[in-house]
């Protein structure tokens, strides 16, 4: 089980880092990727980080604000979050796939998910 935790509440502007870990795997076996879902919208994609820490992918939406990335020693993936919108508001989950460098995350491609945390922007 994964499980994320960071979530919380801030002003628009403001930073907060997300944290994903298990005791239950080896992260590293791992390509690690981050979705939320706002309320009446579908789970979309947000960052992702390869096994090694050497390629990461960003949605348009999150690029130059959101930094994802990884502690194999650790156990630990990261999402830190800046310069936060009002529509980052949503449910954050980190997710586990053994895709390829080359391949796109992908939501239906995912082996493993966290249960969620919420992070609330205000304007």
């Known amino acids: 089980q994964l499980q994320a935790s960071g979530g919380g509440s801030v002003q628009a502007g403001g930073s907060l880092r997300l944290s994903c870990a298990t005791s239950?795997?080896?992260?590293?076996?791992?390509?690690m990727a981050w979705f939320r879902q706002a309320q009446g919208k579908e789970r979309e994609f947000v960052a992702a980080v390869s096994r090694n820490g050497g390629t990461t992918y960003y949605a348009d939406s999150v690029k130059g604000r959101f930094t994802v990335s990884r502690s194999n020693a650790k156990n630990t993936v990261w999402l830190q979050m800046n310069s936060l919108k009002p529509e980052d508001a949503a449910v954050y989950y980190c997710a586990a796939d053994r895709g390829i460098v080359s391949s796109w995350p992908t939501r239906d491609g995912m082996y493993y998910w966290g249960q969620g945390t919420q992070v609330t922007v205000s304007s």
């Open positions: 239950e795997r080896t992260l590293s076996d791992y390509r």
